[in-house]
């Protein structure tokens, strides 16, 4: 039999480590400590040992299926643990072969030991079969590459263990009792064996389909009074067959991926596209797709490892869906929210309760105190950069890459500025300060130990930053690429640095509105909660690098770019000189648009052997203010 192994980490931004599946735990239980949802196997632990990482590992299966039921209130979250409890009794599934502990945060954890195997994609089946319809519900943890806290580990916010609890005791004491028990010390804490449930077809029968695709014959719809899948009315409105003449193909791939996303499996969504196409056909005398056609040219795509996910939205069926909604009995007021983002005072400020509390989540830094301090740089905001070519602006914009992956932020940098071995070259020549001769000497000479220090150094700085070095790449094509990589590593990418906006590709031959629409573009990505720092040149290069440029009018695009980024920073080098280059020491940024609080100047010292920035001391700042007040004398001099 083949070893299985599982992936503990310490943390939730360690890669963490393969140990054999039944290896003692006891030892990551001191603190904060994960194991995966999934089994890997020998091939896995290969990869794992060579990467480093189970990035690109999907192929993973089973035995446990777990449910993640959180809330910000934990009385809800109780109330649907309990829920789901009793559902499973409807499965011949008892509360004692059921291991049940509070999370060590705002919610309980559930976990069914089976003597089956599931691939990630029947786990989320079988979980939202049983609980997708409660607000607790947290379906993210069905990712291949999830993982989950330790029983008896500690919660690294609330420093409250994961604790087992029975039935019993999660129906009937109080939170802060419950909560009292997670305080105890490790020792209290006896984990319980739960034996694994041999009677589990009942369920897995139920709600996993082994039917072929030819075979399928059945034409049930979903219903909307039950919406089971949460769709969007619109949504809703195509799983009826409501969808427009000449759209019956591009209905049907909007309706799959959607279906597909919410954990379906293969035939399950199958069946959902059928009955929806059938009706519509009935509803329009139209003819009806063939089983092969929905198969092949909608569920066989969709569920291919490449696919990309689309990107839809009600946008595509403006007003004929109406008449449809009306039709199937919606009621007014809900497809007019789909058209309306008009709502009342108080309709948002429930979430904005939610994100006020947990304002420093929403936070990001660049790891550099005094611009931080100044521009509180939260998820959502777009930063415009701008500066003319060869001041440094790329090697700022560096600087927040590396900080905040040492920070643990997943960032994503769209280099299509400079060739990816320029790139290279830049980030060894910033970490080890040898000029560009030294550097490629270690090369030529075959020196292997310098070269894995080299290798060493990028793998540490930059261990949290996926790069993309395609040219040419669309808005379109940038939002996939950041979704697969985000998909893949199961988080959220929290910076993404654009190098630089103009080499965004639009379809749009003004350069205006070539600027405007992919700066709007880039808004979208940062709304999805990521912060983006995109990259600016100037409308006219600035022969004086040493000159600030004190206006965002100055960008390419203007002001209508300026009015979509949340701050715009320029960048200059107040010491900059051909004639004196000895001068060249210093990196300023003047913050000329700031949505969130005051205009700002802020000076830096700057290596340009390494490219890199650092905070300045009082004797530092001094000889800078010397130098710019002997520039001005001079200027003064010479007439201006």
């Known amino acids: 039999m083949m070893a299985k192994y599982h992936r503990v980490c310490t943390s939730l931004k360690d890669k963490g480590t393969l ?190 389909k082994k039917d072929k695709a030819e075979n399928i014959e059945t034409t049930e719809t979903l219903d909307y009074l039950s919406n089971p899948y949460k769709l969007q009315p619109w949504k809703l409105a195509l799983s009826q067959g409501f969808f427009p003449n000449g759209n019956r193909s591009n209905s049907l791939m909007i309706l799959g991926a959607t279906l597909k996303n919410k954990g379906l499996l293969k035939e399950q969504c199958y069946y959902a596209l059928k009955a929806a196409a059938d009706l519509q056909s009935d509803r329009y005398g139209k003819d009806k797709f063939k089983k092969e056609e929905i198969w092949e040219k909608v569920i066989e795509q969709i569920y291919k490892a490449t696919w990309n996910n689309g990107s839809y939205s009600e946008d595509h069926f403006p007003t004929q869906l109406q008449a449809y909604f009306e039709e199937l009995g919606i009621p007014r007021k809900e497809y007019a929210e789909i058209a309306s983002d008009v709502v009342s005072i108080d309709d948002k400020f429930d979430d904005f309760v939610n994100y006020a509390t947990n304002i420093d989540e929403h936070t990001m830094t660049f790891g550099i105190p005094s611009l931080d301090n100044a521009l509180k740089v939260r998820k959502g905001h777009l930063i415009g950069l701008l500066a003319g070519p060869g001041i440094g602006k790329t090697s700022f914009a560096i600087t927040f890459l590396n900080n905040c992956s040492k920070q643990g932020s997943k960032c994503f940098f769209g280099s299509y500025d400079m060739y990816s071995l320029n790139v290279y070259q830049k980030l060894i020549q910033r970490h080890t300060g040898y000029t560009e001769d030294e550097m490629f000497q270690f090369f030529k000479d075959k020196d292997k130990k310098k070269i894995e220090e080299f290798r060493g150094i990028l793998n540490t700085e930059y261990e949290n930053v996926s790069f993309c070095f395609k040219s040419g790449q669309s808005i379109s094509d940038l939002k996939k690429s950041i979704e697969m990589k985000e998909e893949e590593m199961g988080e959220k990418m929290g910076l993404v640095v654009i190098d630089y906006l103009e080499l965004v590709q639009v379809d749009v031959a003004d350069a205006t509105a070539k600027s405007l629409e992919a700066v709007n573009g880039l808004r979208e990505i940062a709304n999805e909660g990521r912060v983006v720092v995109v990259l600016l040149q100037p409308n006219k290069i600035s022969s004086k690098p040493d000159q600030p440029l004190l206006s965002y009018n100055a960008a390419k695009g203007s002001s209508m770019v300026a009015q979509a980024v949340t701050a715009m920073l320029t960048c200059h080098r107040p010491g900059y000189s051909s004639e004196n280059p000895e001068n060249d020491l210093y990196f300023s940024v003047n913050c000329v648009k700031n949505r969130n609080g005051a205009l700002f100047q802020r000076d830096f010292g700057w290596i340009g052997k390494t490219q890199t920035i650092f905070e300045m001391g009082d004797d530092e700042r001094f000889a800078l203010n010397l130098l710019r007040d002997t520039k001005r004398d001079a200027d003064d001099d010479d007439g201006y």
């Open 19 to 208: 140990i054999p599946e039944g290896a003692d735990l006891d030892k990551y239980k001191a603190g904060e400590a994960y194991i995966s949802a999934y089994q890997y196997n020998e091939d896995h632990k290969k990869l794992f040992d060579k990467n480093k990482s189970v990035a690109g590992i999907t192929d993973v299966t089973t035995d446990i299926i777990y449910f993640d039921l959180d809330n910000e209130d934990i009385e809800v979250a109780r109330k649907d643990t309990i829920e789901v409890v009793n559902r499973l009794a409807n499965y011949e599934i008892t509360s004692n072969q059921i291991k049940t502990c509070l999370s060590g945060n705002k919610g309980f954890h559930l976990a069914l030991h089976t003597t089956e195997t599931f691939t990630p994609e029947e786990a989320r089946s079988l979980a939202i079969k049983l609980a997708g319809d409660l607000d607790s519900f947290d379906s993210s943890i069905y990712n291949a590459n999830r993982i989950i806290r330790i029983e008896g580990s500690v919660h690294p916010k609330t420093q409250l263990r994961k604790t087992e609890l029975t039935f019993k005791e999660l129906q009937t004491l109080s939170i802060g009792d419950i909560k009292d028990l997670a305080k105890d010390e490790y020792d209290y804490l006896k984990p319980s064996k739960i034996e694994p449930i041999e009677s589990f077809m009942k369920l897995t029968e139920s709600v996993i």
